[in-house]
């Protein structure tokens, strides 16, 4: 078991990995990203991923040429790695030149991977989230490596508190978390924002929409407002790291009877028995 990094295909021991100062992730955030996550030897929903990062990179105009072999480096790269539960990164950056805000088309993309050992935060009886206003841009539906907003406003909510933000638009509706998907529960039916550009296409939003049909839930996509949200009966966060994790208070607010909600398990026991089942 060992802590790897991949750069532009070559696969190292994590801490030798070196990247060049001037690359345009660094000086930018010019690149996209994804986090996937492998249980028991295996990469958890990567196909649905790679989807995602695909379509990320279209959006940015970052269109590389080997692009198959990327995804080969990141299959191996985990093999490699040899670490059942893992937490895998890997980004795309338009590359490294001198400073300069438009690009040349001649640049090459520049690829870096790592390969931990998932961290488990050990969260059993669901989190605290704070509200903090969304000051984040048009196209939240990109996911890219522009992250000063998300990582400010989890700070704001930790410093208060909290474990995840829950972020707050102009118009007073909830987005998402700062790295999560967040969503509500009212009734029989889970409600979800919209999927506009406003908020990330989420990948484990995706697995419990199919749950819901499952389990006979309705899912909904509409706005909630902040005070719609806390008087849900019951709330949850849905992400890659955390999974499905169920939301006991809003600004220091109960949602429901201020723990975590029955359907909020329900769903979370679902998706854990598809991890194990290798259904993705
Ligand atoms: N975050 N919304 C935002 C803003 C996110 O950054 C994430 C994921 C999600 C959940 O998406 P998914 O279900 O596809 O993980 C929603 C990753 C894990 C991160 O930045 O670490």
Redesign the pocket.
Known sequence: MRELANVNGTICALEDAVIPAEDRGCLFGDGV???VRAYQGRLWGLH??WR?FQRSLREIDLQPSNLEDIRGWIEQTYRASQIPNATV?FHLTRGASPRNHSWSEALEPSFFMSVRPFADRGIVAGIRVQSVPDLRWRR?DI?SLN?LP?VLAKQQARKLGAYEAL?VDTQGNVT??????ALAILDRTIVAPPQTAA?????????VEEIALELKLIFQERWLSLAQFRSAGEAFL????DEITGITHVDGQAVGTGEVGPWTREIRKVYRQRIEQGKD
């Open positions: 990203y994804e986090v649905r991923h995602r990164y939240c996911k992250l998300n972020l998402e978390g700062s790295s999560s998907a908020i990330l296409p989420s990948i484990t939003r995706e697995y849905a992400g890659t790291s």
